[in-house]
Nanobody, 126 residues
């Protein structure tokens, strides 16, 4: 069982920045890779970024490369999402999630993830 708790969401003006944090706990947390997804009202949950505990293999959709940066701190069991140059279309609930680290996992698919946090709201005003 892995527990994930997000923090750091809030209201920010367009062009601003936010840093989300995800605290991971539980047994065998190192057996999981971590990712961020977001979901806007009426839309499907969308992949934002993923990373391993070693900090390797950071992945992003092309649309977010250069603005969003994922990082991990294995000493604190924390994963972060730095979001810069925010746009109103970035408004969504952001979720931290954990997927088993085995071959064949499609890290961009929410179906690959076993555990989810409760989400944190990010609102970007124009």
């Amino acid at each position: 069982q892995v527990q994930l708790v997000e923090s750091g969401g809030g209201l920010v003006q367009a062009g601003g920045s936010l840093r989300l944090a995800c605290a991971a706990s539980g047994r065998n947390v190192r057996a999981y890779g971590l990712g961020w997804f977001r979901q806007a009202p009426g839309e499907e949950r969308a992949f934002v970024a993923s990373i391993t505990w070693s900090g390797d293999y950071a992945r992003y959709p092309d649309s977010l490369k250069g603005r969003f940066t994922i990082s991990s701190d294995s000493s604190k069991n924390m994963v972060y999402l730095q979001m810069n140059s925010l746009k109103p279309e970035d408004t969504a609930v952001y979720y931290c999630a954990a997927h088993p680290t085995r071959s064949g996992v499609i890290i961009s698919s929410p179906l690959a993830y076993t555990y989810w946090g409760q989400g944190t709201q990010v609102t970007v005003s124009s």
